[in-house]
Protein backbone atom coordinates (compact mmCIF):
# COMPACT_ATOMS: atom_id res chain seq x y z
CA UNK A 1 0.00 0.00 0.00
CA UNK A 2 1.01 3.01 -1.07
CA UNK A 3 0.62 6.02 1.36
CA UNK A 4 2.40 8.69 3.52
CA UNK A 5 2.62 8.62 7.19
CA UNK A 6 2.69 11.65 9.51
CA UNK A 7 4.14 11.83 13.09
CA UNK A 8 4.99 14.41 15.55
CA UNK A 9 1.97 16.61 16.39
CA UNK A 10 1.30 18.05 19.92
CA UNK A 11 0.37 20.19 22.02
CA UNK A 12 2.93 22.70 22.74
CA UNK A 13 3.58 25.89 24.29
CA UNK A 14 3.99 29.31 22.46
CA UNK A 15 7.39 29.74 21.93
CA UNK A 16 8.20 26.14 21.87
CA UNK A 17 9.46 23.25 18.99
CA UNK A 18 7.80 20.51 17.52
CA UNK A 19 9.60 18.15 14.70
CA UNK A 20 7.03 16.62 12.27
CA UNK A 21 8.16 13.55 10.25
CA UNK A 22 6.70 12.18 7.63
CA UNK A 23 7.04 8.81 6.16
CA UNK A 24 6.64 6.80 2.89
CA UNK A 25 5.36 3.35 2.42
CA UNK A 26 5.42 1.44 -0.49
CA UNK A 27 7.35 3.34 -2.71
CA UNK A 28 10.44 5.90 -2.45
CA UNK A 29 10.50 9.38 -1.88
CA UNK A 30 13.97 9.77 -4.14
CA UNK A 31 12.42 11.22 -6.95
CA UNK A 32 9.17 13.83 -5.34
CA UNK A 33 8.96 16.79 -4.34
CA UNK A 34 7.90 16.63 -0.98
CA UNK A 35 6.16 19.65 0.92
CA UNK A 36 3.98 20.52 4.42
CA UNK A 37 0.86 22.46 4.32
CA UNK A 38 -1.38 23.15 7.06
CA UNK A 39 -4.97 23.57 7.30
CA UNK A 40 -6.04 26.05 10.47
CA UNK A 41 -9.94 25.82 11.34
CA UNK A 42 -12.34 27.77 8.42
CA UNK A 43 -9.46 28.29 6.39
CA UNK A 44 -7.46 26.96 3.06
CA UNK A 45 -4.59 24.76 2.75
CA UNK A 46 -1.35 26.63 2.35
CA UNK A 47 1.94 25.50 1.87
CA UNK A 48 4.57 26.19 4.67
CA UNK A 49 7.59 24.71 3.10
CA UNK A 50 8.44 22.21 0.64
CA UNK A 51 11.79 20.52 -0.70
CA UNK A 52 12.86 19.97 -4.13
CA UNK A 53 13.36 16.20 -5.55
CA UNK A 54 16.91 16.75 -7.03
CA UNK A 55 18.72 19.25 -5.62
CA UNK A 56 17.36 19.53 -2.51
CA UNK A 57 16.40 23.45 -2.88
CA UNK A 58 13.90 24.01 -0.04
CA UNK A 59 11.11 27.19 -0.18
CA UNK A 60 9.34 28.35 3.20
CA UNK A 61 6.28 30.81 3.49
CA UNK A 62 7.30 34.31 4.53
CA UNK A 63 5.31 33.70 7.57
CA UNK A 64 7.89 30.67 8.91
CA UNK A 65 11.43 31.46 7.20
CA UNK A 66 14.25 31.69 10.02
CA UNK A 67 12.14 29.27 12.43
CA UNK A 68 10.69 26.35 10.31
CA UNK A 69 13.44 23.90 8.61
CA UNK A 70 12.57 21.04 6.29
CA UNK A 71 14.96 18.28 5.17
CA UNK A 72 15.03 14.41 3.90
CA UNK A 73 16.82 11.85 4.67
CA UNK A 74 16.58 9.31 1.65
CA UNK A 75 17.78 6.19 3.12
CA UNK A 76 14.73 6.48 6.01
CA UNK A 77 12.31 7.33 2.70
CA UNK A 78 11.29 10.03 5.45
CA UNK A 79 11.14 14.13 5.05
CA UNK A 80 11.13 16.25 8.50
CA UNK A 81 9.36 19.79 9.63
CA UNK A 82 11.66 21.30 12.25
CA UNK A 83 9.49 24.06 13.58
CA UNK A 84 10.56 26.37 16.44
CA UNK A 85 9.19 29.49 17.82
CA UNK A 86 5.95 28.17 17.36
CA UNK A 87 2.94 31.01 17.52
CA UNK A 88 -0.31 30.39 18.83
CA UNK A 89 -1.80 30.79 15.46
CA UNK A 90 0.26 28.28 13.80
CA UNK A 91 -2.51 25.93 15.50
CA UNK A 92 -3.67 23.31 12.37
CA UNK A 93 -3.64 20.09 10.91
CA UNK A 94 -0.28 19.72 9.26
CA UNK A 95 0.03 17.77 6.04
CA UNK A 96 2.81 16.31 3.78
CA UNK A 97 2.37 15.79 0.11
CA UNK A 98 4.25 14.35 -2.50
CA UNK A 99 3.95 14.57 -6.54
CA UNK A 100 6.73 13.33 -8.92
CA UNK A 101 5.72 15.70 -11.14
CA UNK A 102 6.99 18.86 -9.63
CA UNK A 103 10.89 19.96 -10.12
CA UNK A 104 11.21 22.53 -7.72
CA UNK A 105 10.01 23.01 -3.85
CA UNK A 106 8.57 26.69 -4.68
CA UNK A 107 6.38 25.22 -7.56
CA UNK A 108 4.67 22.91 -5.35
CA UNK A 109 4.12 25.55 -2.11
CA UNK A 110 2.89 28.39 -3.82
CA UNK A 111 1.26 26.62 -6.80
CA UNK A 112 -1.19 23.67 -4.45
CA UNK A 113 -2.08 25.87 -1.70
CA UNK A 114 -5.91 26.63 -1.58
CA UNK A 115 -7.99 25.02 -3.61
CA UNK A 116 -5.19 23.46 -6.30
CA UNK A 117 -3.87 20.96 -3.22
CA UNK A 118 -6.02 18.58 -4.85
CA UNK A 119 -4.09 17.83 -7.64
CA UNK A 120 -1.19 16.92 -5.95
CA UNK A 121 -0.30 13.20 -6.00
CA UNK A 122 -0.20 11.86 -2.66
CA UNK A 123 -1.13 12.92 0.84
CA UNK A 124 -1.07 12.01 4.08
CA UNK A 125 -3.13 12.01 6.93
CA UNK A 126 -2.30 14.88 8.60
CA UNK A 127 -1.11 15.54 12.15
CA UNK A 128 -2.52 18.39 14.58
CA UNK A 129 -0.33 20.91 15.94
CA UNK A 130 -1.60 22.72 19.11
CA UNK A 131 0.10 25.98 20.00
CA UNK A 132 -1.41 26.81 23.04
CA UNK A 133 -0.79 27.93 26.79
Known amino acids: QLQLVESGGGLVQPGGSLRLSCAASGFTLDYYAIGWFRQAPGKEREGVSC????????YYADSVKGRFTISRDNAKNTVYLQMNSLKPEETAVYYC??????????????????????????WGQGTLVTVSS
Open 51 to 58: ISPYDGST
Open 97 to 122: AADRGINTGRTMCVTYGGAMYRHLER
